[in-house]
């Protein structure tokens, strides 16, 4: 029996459920905590980005700036150095440590306490993403004036609410308000890659499934405290499990989905369900309400929805438990497919009907850009394609760190891209190629202009059924039979070989290339293998 108060951190009420009575079950064996590569790049570029942030914030001579780094892993002195700094009226406070919250079931150590212009503190977090898009009335900061009264609204950009971020602020939001050092009003900020943003966590924002009305749109404090709530009571029943006959029974029960793909409690608890359990099959198609909601209608295996109708299953008692989802009818038609094409052995196959037909020319470009963490392009790669041959070119510079440097490399590509003849067709995957090189110019003329284009991505969707979504490593490799040189290439692996490569690291250099050829190459296998349908 695990003994002592239940305490749960800031990513409990934003974890699975699951996960959270394994932690506090002693019956439930304990697992290698080696974290999983997907998950270690996850935090290595949460925390370069971070460090990146933090050097940046330090260089500004703020007054009453403290960082309090230094003292974790001395959880006394380091709650002790945090009270003090609040009590001395810090205006930044980086890296502190809140006091235990033991009645509201709460520990955690917020990246940043911020304080408010009349007295008392905002929790704020570092998150490696955007925080920005499109619309009106993001209230943002800046690491020079950090302050919530110093903010401004923006006219051209709105505020992305991440549910999870809200809900890790919302935590420490009812921390501070536990130990008397909240502000006035309960906002938060994130510091991400695009903005330093603000959050009213009591503006209902999030819309949830009501059993009364369908639907109701809550904020993130309520969504916080239903779902700490929940935890807090997972875990004391957890608790009371200590292999007896008469133990309570868990109050949670294994579903796979997304976060089971870098769970460490995954090989003891989702990997032991049947392998005909639809969860497992198909973990992160669906969530765990429609999960439950399926099962609740009697379909949990992949042979079960597989042979279903979706229109008879929504028009059940499923289509009322997921009334709160705007995208239901199109998830689950897409988890029928997936459940069809895992019963039948396969990732993709192609749709019923006539194909799209994919354009051809005597000269033809496939292109692929790659960008940095700060959301500069450093790599661009042409793959020329001319009487039945292929010749790749790059422009490539790892040590990109400015805008003009950035303008100055994408100038160069669109150059040779304009040298090419009228009539020349460019293809890249998806939409980040065009959206980047309109930022620049001058544009090439004619067949070469960004607005020409073509997209192979929309050709790709509508022609092939998958279930392992439809990127290009996914189609090129199960469809066109594409293979890239490198054993793991991902998005997330070619940021940590920039930051070797900006370094000086040629052979990271190097591998970026080869990544960024087969790219190119890749999609070139994608169009040929559509058009040769």
Not at 5 to 10: A, R, T
Not at 62 to 81: M, Q, S
Not at 180 to 206: C, E, K, M, N, S
Request: charged share 25%; proline share 6%; aromatic share 6%.
């Amino acid at each position: 029996m695990i003994n002592g108060p239940v305490l749960l951190g800031g990513y409990a009420a934003k974890s699975c459920p699951r996960a959270v009575h394994n932690e506090h079950d002693a019956t439930v064996p304990r697992v290698d905590t080696v974290v999983p590569p997907a998950l270690r790049q996850l935090f290595d570029t949460g925390i370069a980005f971070e460090a990146s942030v933090l050097a940046e914030w330090a260089t500004l001579d703020l007054p009453g700036y403290v960082d309090l780094n230094d003292l974790d892993g001395d959880k006394r002195t380091h709650i002790g150095a945090t009270i003090g700094a609040m009590r001395a009226g810090a205006t930044v406070i980086v890296g502190g440590r809140l006091p235990d919250d033991v009645p509201g079931h709460r520990t955690g150590k917020p990246d940043l306490l911020l304080r408010a212009a009349a007295g008392g503190y905002h929790p704020g977090d570092i998150k490696a993403h955007q925080v920005l898009t499109k619309g009106v009335d993001a209230v943002v900061s800046t690491l020079e004036s950090p302050a919530l009264a110093d903010a401004a609204r923006l006219t051209d950009a709105g505020a992305k609410a991440h549910e999870n971020d809200l809900l890790q602020l919302a935590h420490y939001w009812r921390m501070l308000a536990a130990c008397g050092h909240q502000a006035a009003a309960p906002w938060g900020a994130i510091v991400g890659t695009d903005g330093f943003t603000w959050y009213d966590l009591a503006l209902p924002r999030f819309v949830t499934f009501s059993r009364s009305l369908g639907k109701a749109r809550r904020s993130a404090l309520d969504r916080y405290d239903h779902e700490q709530d929940f935890r807090v009571r997972i875990a004391t029943v957890a608790r009371q499990r200590t292999g007896a006959p008469d133990d309570p029974a868990p109050l949670v029960v294994p579903i796979g989905q997304a976060e089971c793909t870098t769970c460490k409690w995954a090989p003891v608890c989702v990997d032991e369900l049947p392998g005909a359990d639809l969860s497992r099959e198909l973990r992160g198609t669906l969530s765990v309400r429609e999960y439950l909601a399926l099962q609740g209608s009697g379909i949990s295996t992949v042979a079960s929805l597989a042979a279903s109708d979706p229109t008879a299953v929504l028009a059940g008692p499923y289509g009322t438990e997921v009334a709160h989802l705007a995208q239901r009818r199109h998830r689950l038609h897409k988890a029928a497919i997936s459940a069809q094409l895992s019963r039948d052995g396969l990732v993709l196959r192609l749709k019923d009907g006539p194909l799209p037909v994919v354009p051809r020319a005597d000269v033809e470009v496939d292109l692929d850009v790659e960008w940095g963490e700060d959301d500069r392009v450093y790599l661009w790669g042409l793959l020329i394609t001319s009487g039945g041959t292929s010749r790749y070119e790059a422009f490539f510079d790892p040590a990109v760190s400015s805008d003009a440097a950035e303008a100055e490399l994408a100038r160069r590509c669109l150059t040779r891209l304009a040298e090419l003849p009228e009539g020349t067709l460019v293809f890249h995957y998806t939409a980040p190629e065009r959206t980047r090189a309109r930022r620049f110019g001058p544009l090439p003329p004619g067949s070469r202009h960004p607005d020409r284009w073509i997209d192979v991505f929309p050709l790709v969707r509508a022609a092939v059924d998958s279930r392992a979504g439809l990127g290009l490593k996914t189609v090129a490799v199960h469809g066109a039979g594409f293979h890239w040189r490198d054993d793991d290439p991902g998005g997330r692996q070619s940021q940590d070989w920039h930051r070797a490569a900006r370094a000086g690291d040629q052979h990271a250099a190097r591998r970026l290339l080869d990544y960024n050829e087969d790219d190119v190459r890749a999609t070139l296998a994608v169009r040929q293998w559509l058009a040769g349908l």
